[in-house]
């Protein structure tokens, strides 16, 4: 069964960087996506909207909002995948997850895993 630990985030302040990684283990199947979802502090979980993704070859794809400023990578010898995130904004600041599910992995409904979220604060 597939397993999620996240690790990273924090506060900071608006312009700033921070890096998230999740250390992922068990079969993920290769017509999976790996990739972070964020739910804000005013969102329940069906609110949780997608911040980018990679397939298993490592290709990624992203919100609207993050593209230029976020990037992520998958190392599947290392199991690990990264978010780094660049200039960040106060309207970045929330519960941030690991996931795995079907690719292209846009929504919720194509999660199958989530890790138990880490926390990302931007201050203006």
């Known amino acids: 069964q597939e397993r999620l630990v996240e690790s990273g985030g924090g506060s900071v302040q608006s312009g700033g960087s921070l890096r998230l990684a999740c250390k992922f283990s068990?079969?993920?199947?290769?017509?999976?996506?790996l990739g972070w979802f964020r739910q804000a502090p005013d969102k329940g979980r069906e609110g949780r909207e997608m911040v980018a993704y990679a397939d298993n070859g490592g290709r990624p794809g992203y919100a609207d909002s993050v593209q230029g400023r976020f990037t992520i990578s998958r190392d599947n010898a290392k199991t690990t995948l990264s978010l780094t995130m660049d200039n960040l904004k106060p309207e970045d600041t929330a519960m941030y997850y690991c996931?795995?599910?079907?690719?292209?992995?846009?929504?919720?409904?194509?999660?199958?895993?989530w890790g138990q979220g880490t926390q990302v604060t931007v201050s203006s």
């Open positions: 996931a795995v599910g079907l690719c292209p992995m846009l929504g919720v409904p194509d999660v199958v895993k």
């Open positions: 068990g079969y993920i199947h290769p017509n999976y996506c």
